[in-house]
């Protein structure tokens, strides 16, 4: 059984930074492609970035040069690094999981696990 939990949301001011974690278990990293996803109030979900099995990673236009996903293997987590936040970065934060892919996708339809999403609120 998958299983994706995040963690690590919280009260940040305007040019704060945040750590996210997603610990995975069920999930073989070094086979699945690994995404961040964000959704605000009263606004649809979207992709914020994405890391391969071979650390490749992609990122939307709004958190390019701000946001960083990387990933520990020995401890099956993903992280979302986030600096110079924004209040318009406010959301609920969900990693997600795709098996058996090696690229990146940014496509919320193709990720087969989710985690129950944390909290991430930028006061300005």
């Known amino acids: 059984q998958v299983q994706l939990v995040e963690s690590g949301g919280g009260l940040v001011q305007t040019g704060g930074s945040l750590r996210l974690s997603c610990e995975a278990s069920g999930l073989s990293f070094n086979t699945n492609t690994m995404a961040w996803f964000r959704q605000a109030p009263g606004k649809e979900r979207e992709f914020v970035g994405t890391?391969?099995?071979?650390?490749?990673?992609v990122y939307a236009d709004s958190v390019q040069g701000r946001f960083t996903i990387s990933r520990d293997d020995a401890k099956n987590t993903m992280y979302l690094q986030m600096n110079s936040l924004k209040p318009e970065d406010t959301a609920v934060y969900y990693c997600?999981?795709?098996?058996?892919?090696?690229?990146?996708?940014?496509?919320?339809?193709?990720?087969?696990?989710w985690g129950q999403g944390t909290q991430v609120t930028v006061s300005s």
């Open positions: 997600a999981g795709r098996d058996g892919f090696t690229g990146t996708d940014y496509r919320q339809i193709d990720y087969e696990y």
């Open positions: 890391i391969t099995w071979e650390a490749r990673t």
